[in-house]
């Protein structure tokens, strides 16, 4: 079975400064997607960013970035120019290809604090 | 273009009770996954629905079950429910082949 780790409860940041969480990751399968998601006070689950395994390329959406270690199975989100809306709870989440496992698997969590 | 709207958003139920939560999902979705998030955790998958019928499942007791309508939207319902029980449950879509899923906001359910 698939696990997430992600060994930081807290973290904090200064307004435009850059901040990178932690997550890695067990798994024996070859190919796989991964994601991160902000989880504010509104509770809704964000998607800020995926990956799939078989991409080199880190992606990367506007202020957000991930370095994507496939072999060291780790997998972190440098968040860029930090904003006050960026303060909220993110998730590391693994999801296998298809085929018959759909679920996504999540991490315990960052809570990321904005400090103006 | 709706995303994904659950209901409802808070509810109050005692121990041994049942309870249904809905789920719309977002225009075009077919698929819908739910997920129940204790305080201070990540999400844990209790099962996805797709064509009406449950096609994976996470790792709950029987007393959870859920229920896919012609219209793609689900319900989701628990029967004799525990203090444990108590957690943020959350709805998620996807369109068949998308590997992401969207969410809702998710409903906020407190045994007591």
């Known amino acids: 079975a698939q696990t997430v780790t992600q060994s930081q409860p807290e973290m904090s940041v200064q307004e435009a400064e850059t901040v990178t969480l932690s997550c890695t990751y067990d798994?024996?399968?070859?190919?796989?997607?991964l994601f991160w998601y902000k989880q504010p006070p509104s509770r809704q689950m964000i998607l800020v960013i995926r990956?799939?395994?078989?991409?080199?390329q880190n992606a990367t959406e506007n202020r957000f970035s991930v370095n994507f270690q496939k072999a060291a199975k780790s997998f972190s989100l440098k968040i860029s120019d930090s904003q006050l809306g960026d303060a909220a709870m993110y998730f590391c989440?693994?999801?296998?290809?298809?085929?018959?496992?759909?679920?996504?698997?999540f991490g315990k969590g960052t809570l990321l604090t904005v400090n103006p | 273009d709706a995303g994904v709207t659950q209901s409802p958003t808070h509810l109050i139920k005692t121990r041994g009770q049942q309870v249904t939560l809905r789920c719309s999902p977002k225009?075009?979705?077919?698929?819908v996954s739910w997920y129940q998030q204790a305080l201070g955790q990540g999400p844990q998958f209790i099962f996805q629905?797709?064509?009406?019928?449950?096609?994976q499942r996470g790792n709950f007791p029987d007393r959870f079950s859920g229920h896919q309508f012609p219209n793609y939207s689900s319900e989701l319902n628990v029967n004799a429910l525990l203090l444990g029980d108590s957690a943020l449950y959350l709805c998620?879509?996807?369109?068949?082949?998308?590997?992401?899923?969207?969410f809702g906001s998710g409903t906020r359910l407190t045994v007591v």
């Open positions: 225009s075009g979705h077919d698929t």
């Open positions: 989440a693994y999801r296998s290809p298809g085929g018959s496992n759909y679920k996504l698997t």
């Open positions: 798994t024996s399968e070859s190919d796989y997607y």
């Open positions: 629905y797709y064509e009406e019928e449950e096609r």
């Open positions: 990956q799939e395994a078989y991409k080199q």
């Open positions: 998620a879509s996807s369109d068949t082949g998308q590997a992401g899923y969207t």
